[in-house]
């Protein structure tokens, strides 16, 4: 007989969207005319920039032909748009154009990327987090067992009120550490010396970071740093995560990129230290195909001066609606945090979160995110994304404000 992953069995229950996309079917089988406003995941409403869907289409007329025609592209993307990244995101940095891997998102590379690392390093995960960070750890066979909220054998770094939901680094060693900046959930931001403080940490204690900016488009505040390369010694001990699915709306286009430093290396269990460089470009290699041409054509007009005015525009949509949200929960009385360098505003009810989740779905047919769903330390909160139109949140805003 076949066996499963044992693993698997480890994780708690379904993915937490999952859940929530369970919750709002039902309530819809239930109450079949109800109009519901979904302010709860990520996802983008607004469409492609126009620069990009005509590069997609020019791309596309391309591959009908048998002059231009492409088959196969290299897994590690394609030289046009490695060099645009370089130029526009990176310049400065000294980030080469072949240290960026093009791949199919961020979600994807963050939990494939421990294909490269061994079993038995210790992983230190903040709480409130994106739960695939936690989730694909428990796959890897990383937990031991899971008790009041949290797995065995992974170190929680605790953001809270007092720390403005920004953790500090443990009084003891890790090994690979998870960063997300602007954060998913909570909002928060972080300053070139809190920055400065964990790569400090981690070069001390021979640590990796996957530093996640999937949102780095969306901070406004010019003494906010976009990129952990903008800290000094990052590139010895960090690896970082991009996305084109919120800045561009790509989320379902796909294509997004992972900046791995060639200096960084990794030991194996002789001591003998690897290019992790060397290690990522195998693993793509042999797993992984690339995306493929139209798509990364469509990227590449993002860098175009349109391309930045479109991509502008949208950032500055959804950013209308945060501070359209983060000030009527204000209003109401609540604490938030969030709204201002990021689209979700993390807010504080003092409740349980999937009460909160029911209440609001329930009567006033709005789907947000319960705070728990991202670790133990974010019960009593709850997420609301700013990816929607405007009607639809000053919608959702006045039923809310009933419902309350």
Same mark, same amino acid.
């Given at each position: 007989?076949?066996?499963?992953?044992?693993?698997?069995?480890?994780?708690?229950?379904?993915? =937490?969207?999952?859940? @929530? #996309? *369970?919750?709002?079917?039902?309530? &819809?089988?239930?109450? /079949? !005319?109800?109009?519901? $406003?979904?302010?709860?995941?990520?996802?983008?409403?607004?469409?492609?920039?126009?620069?990009?869907?005509?590069?997609?289409?020019?791309?596309?007329?391309?591959?009908?032909?048998?002059?231009?025609?492409?088959?196969?592209?290299?897994?590690?993307?394609?030289?046009? =748009?490695?060099?645009? @990244? #370089? *130029?526009?995101?990176?310049?400065? &940095?000294?980030?080469? /154009? !072949?240290?960026?891997? $093009?791949?199919?998102?961020?979600?994807?590379?963050?939990?494939?990327?421990?294909?490269?690392?061994?079993?038995?390093?210790?992983?230190?995960?903040?709480?409130?987090?994106?739960?695939?960070?936690?989730?694909?750890?428990?796959?890897?066979?990383?937990?031991?067992?899971?008790?009041?909220?949290?797995? *065995?054998?992974?170190?929680?770094?605790?953001?809270?009120?007092?720390?403005?939901?920004?953790?500090?680094?443990?009084?003891?060693?890790?090994?690979?550490?998870?960063?997300?900046?602007?954060?998913?959930?909570?909002?928060?931001?972080?300053?070139?010396?809190?920055?400065?403080?964990?790569?400090?940490?981690?070069?001390?204690?021979?640590?990796?970071?996957?530093?996640?900016?999937?949102?780095?488009?969306?901070?406004?505040?010019?003494?906010?740093?976009?990129?952990?390369?903008?800290?000094?010694?990052?590139?010895?001990?960090?690896?970082?995560?991009?996305?084109?699915?919120?800045?561009?709306?790509?989320?379902?286009?796909?294509?997004?990129?992972?900046?791995?430093?060639?200096?960084?290396?990794?030991?194996?269990?002789?001591?003998?230290?690897?290019?992790?460089?060397?290690?990522?470009?195998?693993?793509?290699?042999?797993?992984?195909?690339?995306?493929?041409?139209?798509?990364?054509?469509?990227?590449?007009?993002?860098?175009?001066?349109?391309?930045?005015?479109?991509?502008?525009?949208?950032?500055?949509?959804?950013?209308?609606?945060?501070?359209?949200?983060?000030?009527?929960?204000?209003?109401?009385?609540?604490?938030?945090?969030?709204?201002?360098?990021?689209?979700?505003?993390?807010?504080?009810?003092?409740?349980?979160?999937?009460?909160?989740?029911?209440?609001?779905?329930?009567?006033?047919?709005?789907?947000?995110?319960?705070?728990?769903?991202?670790?133990?330390?974010?019960?009593?909160?709850?997420?609301?994304?700013?990816?929607?139109?405007?009607?639809?949140?000053?919608?959702?805003?006045?039923?809310?404000?009933?419902?309350?």
């Amino acid at each position: 007989m076949i066996k499963m992953n044992p693993h698997f069995a480890m994780l708690t229950s379904s993915y =937490l969207f999952s859940r @929530i #996309a *369970e919750k709002v079917n039902e309530h &819809l089988k239930q109450n /079949p !005319d109800a109009d519901i $406003i979904k302010l709860g995941i990520g996802d983008v409403t607004r469409s492609l920039p126009e620069v990009s869907v005509k590069a997609m289409k020019r791309a596309a007329d391309e591959l009908g032909t048998e002059k231009a025609f492409r088959g196969y592209g290299p897994e590690q993307g394609y030289d046009f =748009l490695r060099k645009a @990244i #370089a *130029e526009h995101d990176y310049r400065g &940095l000294d980030i080469e /154009p !072949d240290e960026i891997f $093009i791949s199919d998102g961020a979600k994807c590379d963050t939990g494939n990327f421990l294909d490269i690392l061994a079993h038995d390093i210790s992983v230190a995960v903040p709480d409130p987090v994106y739960p695939v960070y936690v989730d694909t750890n428990v796959m890897a066979g990383r937990a031991t067992g899971y008790h009041h909220g949290r797995y *065995e054998g992974l170190r929680y770094l605790e953001g809270t009120p007092d720390n403005d939901f920004i953790p500090t680094p443990p009084s003891d060693r890790v090994d690979l550490i998870y960063l997300c900046f602007p954060n998913n959930p909570t909002g928060a931001v972080a300053t070139r010396d809190q920055l400065q403080v964990w790569v400090d940490y981690a070069l001390g204690a021979g640590a990796l970071i996957l530093f996640d900016a999937a949102y780095e488009r969306f901070i406004s505040d010019r003494n906010i740093p976009r990129s952990i390369f903008e800290i000094k010694g990052a590139k010895e001990c960090a690896v970082e995560f991009r996305s084109f699915s919120k800045t561009a709306g790509f989320t379902g286009t796909r294509c997004a990129f992972t900046v791995v430093p060639k200096v960084i290396r990794a030991a194996d269990d002789h001591g003998k230290r690897h290019s992790l460089h060397a290690l990522w470009n195998r693993r793509q290699s042999t797993k992984f195909n690339g995306v493929s041409y139209p798509v990364q054509r469509a990227a590449e007009a993002i860098y175009s001066p349109e391309g930045k005015r479109e991509v502008d525009e949208r950032i500055s949509y959804y950013m209308r609606n945060a501070r359209l949200i983060r000030d009527a929960v204000q209003r109401h009385g609540y604490n938030c945090w969030g709204g201002r360098n990021s689209p979700y505003v993390w807010i504080e009810t003092g409740t349980d979160s999937w009460s909160f989740f029911d209440r609001l779905l329930y009567e006033a047919s709005v789907v947000i995110t319960p705070g728990v769903g991202f670790g133990r330390m974010g019960e009593g909160f709850i997420r609301i994304s700013a990816f929607n139109s405007h009607e639809n949140v000053e919608h959702a805003l006045r039923r809310i404000e009933k419902a309350l």
